[in-house]
């Protein structure tokens, strides 16, 4: 089936010929439009598939061609034997019997090309699926795909006289800026990325991925971005339930697109997703449930003060106890006591064997991949974070632990990057913040839904994380790394920094990976690091 690009979607591989369309359609559900899903390929070419996608400029269709059929390949699956008998037994058992874990036993692959920065986290909120996402500090979005910046316009705001034409010469301002700071940023950390045995390429990837995080933050989020999607039926089935819901026309749009392309591939498993008595029917409850609590937040609560026109991470609950805690379910499955008897020990300990018992539990880690067992999850914390909305967009990408975030606005400011007016750029810079703010003020009070687009990711947003002791370990490591971006590492460093405040020292000491050492080398070192890789492997 071949369908037209959607509206507000310009076709993101328009450079495809006809010959290669036809060569990709045994492949893909569609050739055109900017939704569609893998089919007909083995699983680990759709996973290498989607590996390249995040840190290619190029469409999942554009790869497809260029890198994963040189070959010319054949179809390689087609509906096997038993494929109708397989299909009714998904009717009787998930759609008429309710028996949702048959829904966990078929997958697929979907692309969602050209979403903005707004609707790949609402795609991206799910726990129980897979993501990839377009990468904004390893693609320069300076190109202009058929003459347009890339970014999306909610169709909305066209129809308000004077309204578009402004929309989109505030973004096209915000595009123009950061292409036009881009080579001063290149030669800005080229004069501060040491010059050393690394091999020129590596140096050259490092500052230009420094140059790019520089600048990210003049970006709004409306940017448009590709995310790769791996999920089961269910995981789907929750998704569109949710994007049937939304009240973000482009998130409703991308749901209804979803569906149609998934329905080419696992049909059985979303019989119940539009039906009136099931799917829809949820999807109303949340509809209704999200606008409650709205209403009552407006009624009860007082008129918001101006938030804190700064980062901050707070810790605001945990467990006093926590330690204890982790160490009395670290004792408890070895042993062959009840649970009330191991409290009792752990109480009686002092400090110092609490310590020793935690730091048994958590071992010799030589890798920060190595994590201690599931009785670090005994004890949580709650933090409030506001930070700017690019650092957001990576550390909501944590989908095991809970994770709630106010509306995108512009209420808690912006963050310029010390280097950005260093490389004498600060002026630009804030000009279009200004702009960015008028935009969304015009729009917040006539298109309320559409003003978050104009927000620029330099802007902050306040959310909370709560995560048990585990999951903070594996968060706040991953994210302090020092190839990180600066500002979810300084996130990650503050989380850590926190947890050990209020006495928590022997988990703190737990994540031994933490990394507080400045950012400067980090990147570089991570791109001596690949660039020995391909070298061994090249060698090979």
């Keep these: 089936m071949t369908t037209q690009a959607a509206p507000g979607h310009p076709v993101p591989d328009g450079d495809l010929t006809d010959a290669e369309r036809a060569k990709i359609a045994p492949y893909v559900t569609d050739t055109v439009g900017p939704v569609f899903a893998l089919t007909n390929l083995p699983e680990t070419v759709k996973g290498a598939l989607f590996a390249r996608y995040s840190r290619s400029p190029k469409s999942l269709r554009r790869l497809l061609v260029d890198e994963f059929l040189t070959d010319g390949g054949q179809s390689v699956a087609d509906a096997g034997p038993g494929q109708a008998q397989a299909d009714a037994l998904y009717q009787r058992v998930l759609a008429d019997y309710g028996d949702d874990s048959v829904a966990q036993l078929g997958g697929a692959h979907v692309a969602v090309e050209g979403a903005s920065n707004i609707l790949t986290k609402i795609l991206q909120w799910g726990r129980l699926a897979s993501y990839l996402e377009q990468s904004t500090r390893y693609i320069a979005y300076t190109d202009r795909p058929g003459g347009l910046w890339r970014y999306y316009t909610p169709p909305d705001v066209a129809t308000i006289p004077g309204l578009g034409s402004s929309y989109r010469a505030t973004l096209d301002g915000a595009f123009a800026v950061y292409s036009e700071l881009l080579p001063a940023m290149v030669d800005y950390w080229e004069a501060r990325v040491p010059v050393d045995d690394a091999p020129d390429a590596a140096r ?96 009860l609560l007082p008129t918001a003060a101006p938030g804190p026109n700064a980062p901050e991470v707070r810790l605001v609950e945990w467990d006093p106890d926590g330690e204890q805690r982790v160490a009395v379910h670290a004792l408890w499955a070895g042993s062959s006591h009840g649970l009330d008897a191991v409290r009792d020990t752990v109480a009686a300990m002092d400090g110092a064997t609490l310590a020793r018992v935690l730091a048994d539990y958590s071992g010799e880690r030589s890798d920060r991949r190595y994590k201690p067992g599931r009785a670090l999850e005994a004890t949580t914390y709650t933090f409030e974070v506001v930070c700017d909305y690019g650092a957001y967009r990576d550390l909501q990408r944590h989908r095991m632990l809970t994770l709630q975030a106010q509306t995108l606005g512009i209420a808690l400011g912006w963050a310029m990057p010390d280097e950005v007016a260093d490389a004498g750029c600060g002026d630009r810079y804030e000009r279009v913040m200004a702009e960015s703010a008028a935009l969304y003020g015009q729009l917040a009070g006539t298109l309320p839904l559409a003003a978050p687009y104009a927000v620029s990711l330099a802007h902050r947003i306040r959310f909370t994380m709560i995560l048990n002791a585990r999951e903070a370990m594996h968060m706040i490591e991953l994210r302090s790394q020092p190839q990180g971006h600066v500002a979810y590492r300084e996130v990650a460093q503050q989380m850590h920094e926190r947890i050990r405040e209020v006495g928590h020292h022997a988990i703190a000491d737990m994540m031994r990976f933490v990394d507080h050492s400045h950012p400067d080398a980090g990147r570089m070192a991570a791109e001596r690091r690949l660039e020995a890789r391909r070298t061994a492997r090249a060698d090979a």
């Design 204 to 299: 050259r990837r490092a500052i230009r991925a420094r140059a790019l995080d520089s600048l990210r933050g003049l970006l709004p989020a409306a940017t448009r971005s590709n995310v790769g999607i791996f999920a089961s039926g269910q995981a789907y089935e929750a998704l569109l339930v949710r994007l049937i819901a939304h009240p973000l026309p482009e998130a409703r749009e991308a749901g209804a697109s979803i569906l149609a392309q998934l329905r080419t591939v696992i049909p059985a498993f979303l019989t119940r997703v539009d039906r009136p008595d099931r799917g829809l029917r949820h999807a109303q409850y949340l509809a209704d449930a999200d606008a409650a609590m709205r209403q009552a937040a407006s009624e």
